[in-house]
């Protein structure tokens, strides 16, 4: 089993940066493929971005260059690190976990889920 715990989100105006964390608990952390997901109010979840085990990186279009994932293995943690946001970037983002494969941009890949943290930026 895996516990995935989100941190970081909070309010932050527009052209800002917001750092998000998600720490992993249980077996194999450093061997899971990890994601960024989120959902905005009356849409469906997207994908934001996901890392592979050795580094390999995905990112959604709508935030590459300006969104950067990374994990340290050693801390059992994964980050977000989001530069020059923007008001579409407001919703509750979840950090997820694979149990098997490489980093995917499908949420039906992942296995576990965090409790997920709001993202609000204002104009």
């Known amino acids: 089993q895996v516990q995935l715990v989100e941190s970081g989100g909070g309010l932050a105006q527009a052209g800002g940066s917001l750092r998000l964390s998600c720490a992993g608990s249980?077996?194999?952390?450093?061997?899971?493929?990890m994601g960024w997901f989120r959902q905005a109010p009356g849409k469906e979840r997207e994908f934001v971005a996901a890392?592979?085990?050795?580094?390999?990186?995905k990112y959604a279009d709508s935030v590459k260059g300006r969104f950067s994932i990374s994990r340290d293995n050693a801390k059992s943690t994964v980050y977000l690190q989001m530069n020059s946001l923007k008001p579409e970037d407001t919703a509750v983002y979840y950090c997820?976990?694979?149990?098997?494969?490489?980093?995917?941009?499908?949420?039906?890949?992942?296995?576990?889920w965090g409790q997920g943290t709001q993202v609000t930026v204002s104009s």
């Open positions: 997820a976990a694979r149990e098997y494969g490489w980093e995917s941009w499908r949420g039906s890949d992942y296995d576990y």
């Open positions: 249980g077996r194999a952390f450093s061997s899971r493929a």
């Open positions: 890392i592979s085990w050795n580094g390999i990186t």
